[in-house]
Protein backbone atom coordinates (compact mmCIF):
# COMPACT_ATOMS: atom_id res chain seq x y z
CA UNK A 1 0.00 0.00 0.00
CA UNK A 2 3.01 2.34 0.89
CA UNK A 3 4.35 2.26 -2.98
CA UNK A 4 0.74 3.34 -4.00
CA UNK A 5 0.56 6.20 -1.74
CA UNK A 6 3.53 7.62 -2.71
CA UNK A 7 2.65 7.09 -6.52
CA UNK A 8 -0.40 9.20 -5.37
CA UNK A 9 1.73 11.82 -3.26
CA UNK A 10 4.40 12.26 -6.75
CA UNK A 11 1.14 12.80 -8.70
CA UNK A 12 -0.41 15.64 -6.65
CA UNK A 13 2.62 17.37 -5.99
CA UNK A 14 3.74 17.45 -9.81
CA UNK A 15 0.19 18.80 -10.24
CA UNK A 16 0.20 21.20 -7.25
CA UNK A 17 4.09 22.61 -8.46
CA UNK A 18 3.12 22.55 -12.32
CA UNK A 19 5.53 23.13 -14.94
CA UNK A 20 7.96 26.16 -14.18
CA UNK A 21 6.31 29.43 -16.49
CA UNK A 22 2.63 27.63 -16.37
CA UNK A 23 -0.05 28.32 -13.93
CA UNK A 24 -2.77 26.01 -13.89
CA UNK A 25 -6.14 26.80 -15.39
CA UNK A 26 -9.72 24.48 -15.91
CA UNK A 27 -8.82 24.05 -19.73
CA UNK A 28 -5.13 23.60 -20.03
CA UNK A 29 -1.99 25.63 -18.79
CA UNK A 30 -1.72 29.71 -18.76
CA UNK A 31 1.50 31.60 -19.15
CA UNK A 32 2.77 34.17 -16.07
CA UNK A 33 2.73 37.78 -17.35
CA UNK A 34 6.41 37.63 -17.68
CA UNK A 35 6.23 34.34 -20.23
CA UNK A 36 3.66 36.56 -21.86
CA UNK A 37 5.60 39.39 -22.68
CA UNK A 38 8.67 37.40 -23.45
CA UNK A 39 6.74 35.40 -26.20
CA UNK A 40 4.82 38.23 -27.26
CA UNK A 41 7.94 40.12 -27.85
CA UNK A 42 9.67 37.25 -29.53
CA UNK A 43 6.93 37.63 -31.84
CA UNK A 44 5.83 33.66 -31.08
CA UNK A 45 1.87 35.28 -30.00
CA UNK A 46 -0.29 37.96 -30.48
CA UNK A 47 -0.54 40.77 -28.26
CA UNK A 48 -4.39 40.51 -26.96
CA UNK A 49 -5.25 43.61 -28.78
CA UNK A 50 -4.35 42.36 -32.34
CA UNK A 51 -5.82 39.02 -31.37
CA UNK A 52 -8.96 40.77 -30.48
CA UNK A 53 -8.80 42.91 -33.82
CA UNK A 54 -8.16 39.79 -35.78
CA UNK A 55 -10.93 38.05 -34.41
CA UNK A 56 -13.21 41.16 -35.21
CA UNK A 57 -14.13 41.24 -31.55
CA UNK A 58 -17.35 43.63 -30.36
CA UNK A 59 -17.63 45.01 -27.00
CA UNK A 60 -15.07 45.98 -24.48
CA UNK A 61 -12.31 43.64 -23.32
CA UNK A 62 -11.94 43.62 -19.28
CA UNK A 63 -8.40 43.06 -19.56
CA UNK A 64 -7.44 42.96 -15.77
CA UNK A 65 -8.68 39.20 -15.77
CA UNK A 66 -6.89 38.38 -19.45
CA UNK A 67 -5.22 34.96 -19.78
CA UNK A 68 -3.06 33.20 -22.01
CA UNK A 69 -3.46 29.46 -21.86
CA UNK A 70 -3.54 26.58 -24.22
CA UNK A 71 -6.34 24.72 -24.87
CA UNK A 72 -6.34 22.02 -27.28
CA UNK A 73 -2.60 22.84 -28.01
CA UNK A 74 -3.56 26.26 -29.46
CA UNK A 75 -2.65 29.10 -27.08
CA UNK A 76 -5.65 31.46 -26.58
CA UNK A 77 -6.69 34.73 -24.87
CA UNK A 78 -9.20 34.14 -22.27
CA UNK A 79 -10.61 37.16 -21.25
CA UNK A 80 -14.13 38.46 -20.24
CA UNK A 81 -15.89 40.93 -22.57
CA UNK A 82 -18.79 43.16 -22.01
CA UNK A 83 -21.39 44.33 -24.92
CA UNK A 84 -23.53 47.48 -25.15
CA UNK A 85 -26.16 46.29 -22.64
CA UNK A 86 -23.11 45.67 -20.16
CA UNK A 87 -23.82 42.31 -20.26
CA UNK A 88 -20.47 40.29 -19.88
CA UNK A 89 -19.12 36.92 -21.21
CA UNK A 90 -15.70 34.86 -21.76
CA UNK A 91 -14.53 34.84 -24.62
CA UNK A 92 -11.13 32.72 -25.82
CA UNK A 93 -9.41 34.73 -28.88
CA UNK A 94 -6.37 32.66 -30.95
CA UNK A 95 -2.88 33.63 -30.11
CA UNK A 96 -0.98 32.23 -32.39
Known sequence: MKPKFTLIGLVALSLLLGSPGL????DGQCLKKRDIQTKVAAGELLQLADAAA???LDGKI????AQLCQQGGIWQWIVTVMDEQGETR???LPAQ
Open 23 to 26: TSAE
Open 54 to 56: LAG
Open 62 to 65: ISSG
Open 90 to 92: LVS
